[in-house]
C-alpha cells in the first residue's frame, strides 16, 4: 500500500511539532525551572522571589519599628521623640499607644512636702540631705538672704564614705530643681556662708522620700 501525499505532509508536521516542543522544554528548564530552584537568575547572580522580597521587606519594617520604640524601662527616664517614632493603628485603623508604661514609676511611700527655714552663722556650714530610694523622685527650691557656697550632692547612708556623686555646685543665694535618684542614699545640700553675716535658707521640697535629715558637720568651715 503506497502513502498518499497528504499523508507524508502531515508526518512532517508531526515531527517538527515534536522538535518544537522538545526546544521549548529544553528552553523553559535551562532559564526558568534551573534558576528558580537554584536561586539563581539567568545571568547568574542570586535570585530572590517576590514573596522572599516583601517578607525581608516587612521584618525589616518591624524590626525597625520595634526599636524605634522599645523603651529600656531600666533607665531612670526614656525620651521618645513623637516626629520620629512611628504610630500604631489596630485592624480597624484605631489608633494604639506607641510605648506602654515609659516614664511612670509606683512608689512604696506617700508623696510628701515641707518647708524647712535653717539658719547659718557667718562663716558657718551646714548640711540637709533627703533620704531617697533609687528611683525616687524629687522637686526642691531653697533662697537665702545671703551669698552661699553650695554643694549639692549624694552618697550612699551607711556605704563606702570615699564614694558620692555631685548634681551640681556653684555660688549664690537661690536654686531649683528636681532630681530622680540614682541609688539608695542621702540626697541633698552642702552650704557655707561667704555672705560675711548670719544668713536663712528656706529650703521647700516635695516628692517621695522618707525624711529630710541635717548631716552633722563641724561648727565653722576650716
Known amino acids: ?90 485592624e480597624f485603623g484605631e489608633s494604639l499607644p506607641v510605648v506602654v508604661g515609659a516614664n511612670l514609676r509606683v512608689h512604696d511611700i506617700a508623696y510628701k512636702s515641707e518647708t524647712i527655714n535653717i539658719q547659718i552663722d557667718a562663716d558657718a556650714q551646714v548640711e540637709y540631705k ?15 538672704d545671703g551669698e552661699l557656697y553650695y554643694d549639692f550632692h549624694a552618697h550612699q547612708e551607711n556605704g563606702n564614705p570615699q564614694f558620692w556623686t555631685r548634681y551640681s555646685e556653684g555660688e549664690g543665694s537661690a536654686d531649683q530643681g528636681s532630681i530622680v535618684a540614682p541609688y539608695q542614699g542621702e540626697h541633698g545640700w552642702y552650704w557655707l556662708n561667704i555672705a560675711g553675716k548670719a544668713v536663712t535658707v528656706k529650703l521647700s521640697v516635695a516628692g517621695y522620700y522618707d525624711r529630710i ?5 563641724k561648727a565653722a568651715a576650716e
Open 130 to 144: 533627703a533620704i531617697m530610694d533609687t528611683g525616687e523622685a524629687l522637686l526642691y527650691s531653697w533662697e537665702a
Open 1 to 90: 500500500m503506497h502513502k498518499t501525499s497528504e499523508s507524508i505532509l502531515s508526518t512532517g508536521q508531526l515531527v517538527l511539532a515534536l522538535i518544537a516542543a522538545l526546544i521549548v522544554g529544553v528552553g523553559l528548564t535551562v532559564f526558568v525551572i534551573l534558576p528558580t530552584e537554584r536561586n539563581i537568575d539567568s545571568e547568574g547572580s542570586d535570585a530572590i522571589s517576590v514573596v522572599e522580597i516583601e517578607s525581608t521587606k516587612t521584618e525589616s519594617v518591624v524590626q525597625t519599628e520595634q526599636e524605634a520604640v522599645a523603651p529600656n524601662f531600666d533607665a531612670l527616664y526614656i525620651a521618645i521623640d513623637p516626629e520620629t517614632t512611628p504610630a500604631k493603628v489596630d
Open 213 to 217: 535629715k541635717e548631716i552633722e558637720l
